[in-house]
């Protein structure tokens, strides 16, 4: 079992910046394909970033693309989303996932470990 916890959420206004922080537990997510997801009221689950083993192999949303980047730290079992420029239509609570396989994934129901997200706010 993985466990994946998010920090890092918060209020900011439009143009801000804020770095998103997941820390995984149970096992070593080196080889895990991480990604980032985020929901709005109202609204479906939607893909935010993925990374396969490396910065080398990243993946965004159209939305995002240009404004946040994915990372990770395998030293310390984490992963980060440094999102620039933020936008009201930002606002969200964003997810973090998990999965064993080593192939981009873009949709939530292909990862099988989960946080329990954090709000990101931004105000116009």
């Known amino acids: 079992q993985v466990q994946l916890v998010e920090s890092g959420g918060g209020l900011v206004q439009a143009g801000d910046s804020l770095r998103l922080s997941c820390t995984a537990s149970g096992r070593t997510i080196s080889s895990y394909t991480m990604g980032w997801f985020r929901q709005a009221p109202g609204r479906e689950r939607e893909f935010v970033a993925a990374i396969v083993w490396s910065a080398g192999h990243t993946y965004y949303s159209d939305s995002v693309k240009g404004r946040f980047t994915i990372s990770r730290d395998n030293t310390k079992n984490m992963v980060h989303l440094q999102m620039n420029s933020l936008k009201p239509e930002d606002t969200a609570v964003y997810y973090c996932?998990?999965?064993?396989?080593?192939?981009?994934?873009?949709?939530?129901?292909?990862?099988?470990?989960w946080g329990q997200g954090t709000q990101v706010t931004v105000s116009s």
């Open positions: 996932a998990a999965d064993p396989r080593v192939i981009p994934l873009r949709s939530a129901h292909e990862y099988d470990y």
